[in-house]
């Protein structure tokens, strides 16, 4: 039936042209956006899922600045742990050399001497953002032995836990100013003159070739070997932790990358695809326009019948 008031022709190519816009308008935001899901209403799953992971991801961004900084202040407290070692054998040669009989003591106390300054001094500047791990003062208000570096971050059942690594001051503090329960300042109490002396403060100045001086001396001496000893073991352990800290540090970067691109599968446009959807789409869009238009000429061909 040729009608003038409903043109069904033209209402079904409008609704073919409309559809197509929509089409076209959805692969042209995905073009521009680079997202096949940018929001939620395009799949709300998805866009779920993507959101909270990416939310997780810069959670561990700060994780990894966090173990940046640990493996900062780590590497400084361990290399001012070997420069200490380093002197202290260098004490360690002075005191062997000092049980020479007939030696200048008191010359050799003035080497001593300074490579005790020597100690405190790479002991109190062994510093890093304001953290030192070398010379403490256990007494200070909110003082903890265990220090923590922040080293993952993780989701659960929709439960979050962060996980840290402890470093145990007890076993690398060269001097704590409270107690003197450091290893340089801890002290120890010769057997024959009963002087009380630590690896920082021990005289040799007054010591004579008298066999209890001497065994005095020689108590010093094994005092530093042993002090040698608990650093050796103290740089050791800084050393584990530290590469622990770095290869969890890869770890996380590795991981951050796994998860842009698992949320790329997700929600990332395949511009291959849509490039070529784009050009279907733009043809369609004339075509259906052109049908449009042949539509709507029909009511001019029902006009000619009455001339």
């Not at 010379?135 to 903890?144: E, F, I, P, T």
């Amino acid at each position: 039936m040729a009608s003038i008031m409903t043109n069904v022709s033209a209402m079904t190519a409008l609704q073919s042209l409309n559809s197509t816009n929509k089409q076209l308008s959805t692969t042209q935001a995905r073009i521009s956006t680079g997202f096949r899901v940018s929001s939620a209403e395009d799949n709300a799953a998805y866009w779920s899922i993507a959101t909270t992971m990416r939310s997780d991801n810069g959670a561990l961004s700060t994780v990894k600045d966090a173990l940046g900084l640990g493996a900062a202040t780590l590497d400084v407290a361990y290399t001012g742990m070997n420069k200490a070692i380093d002197v202290a054998k260098e004490m360690k040669n002075k005191l062997v050399a000092a049980r020479q009989p007939g030696i200048d003591r008191e010359k050799v106390q003035s080497e001593i001497a300074e490579l005790q300054n020597q100690l405190t001094s790479i002991a109190g500047s062994s510093v890093f953002s304001g953290e030192n791990w070398l010379s403490v003062d256990s007494s200070q208000a909110g003082y903890n032995s265990s220090k923590t570096i922040v080293a993952s971050f993780s989701r659960s059942g929709g439960s979050v836990s962060v996980g840290t690594i402890a470093i145990d001051l007890t076993s690398t503090e060269l001097i704590d100013s409270a107690d003197q329960s450091g290893i340089l300042d801890s002290e120890d109490t010769t057997t024959n003159s009963g002087a009380t002396y630590s690896i920082l403060t021990l005289d040799i100045s007054t010591i004579t070739d008298t066999d209890d001086d001497l065994e005095d001396l020689e108590q010093m001496l094994a005092w530093v070997d042993d002090g040698i000893s608990s650093m050796t073991t103290a740089a050791s352990n800084l050393g584990a932790v530290k590469q622990r800290t770095n290869m969890q540090r890869e770890f996380i970067g590795s991981l951050m990358d796994a998860i842009s691109r698992g949320v790329g599968t997700l929600v990332d446009a395949d511009m291959n695809e849509e490039s070529t959807r784009l050009q279907a789409l733009q043809v369609q869009q004339q075509l259906g326009v052109q049908s449009l238009s042949i539509a709507n000429q029909n009511s001019q061909q029902i006009l000619s019948l009455f001339r």
